[in-house]
């Protein structure tokens, strides 16, 4: 079961993005909720995480800038992006894992995120 990514678009340096992930809907299992990215040239690396028991994370290059946050009557994560940075350039990927459930690895499709300075 896929996610499903809204969000993104092209800002310039200093502003402000918003990503939307619509994650799995089940009654059984419940699901830890990651944003990674990969810019050009690199490699898919974390971003922010939330765990199914509301732990968040944060990679040390966004503290204080982004903001990992959810619905759970949604099933929707989202990504708040403030003070952009050329370097944040990006695809952005939602991603879902289940352990208890045994499931891993939910993608989204990715949603790019391009910042100008």
């Known amino acids: 079961q896929a996610q499903v990514q809204s969000g993104g678009g092209s800002v310039e340096a200093g502003g402000s993005l918003r990503l939307s992930c619509i994650g799995p809907?089940?009654?059984?299992?419940?699901?830890?909720m990651y944003w990674y990215r990969q810019g050009p040239g690199k490699e898919r690396e974390f971003v922010s995480g939330?765990?199914?028991?509301?732990?968040?994370r944060h990679a040390d290059s966004v503290k204080g800038r982004f903001t990992i946050s959810s619905d759970n009557a949604k099933n929707t994560i989202y990504l708040q992006m403030n003070s952009l940075k050329a370097e944040d350039t990006a695809m952005y990927y939602c991603k879902a894992d289940s352990p208890g459930c045994r499931v891993w690895d939910l993608w989204g499709q990715g949603t790019q995120v391009t910042v100008s300075s």
């Open positions: 809907n089940s009654t059984y299992c419940t699901y830890a």
């Open positions: 939330i765990d199914s028991r509301g732990g968040i």
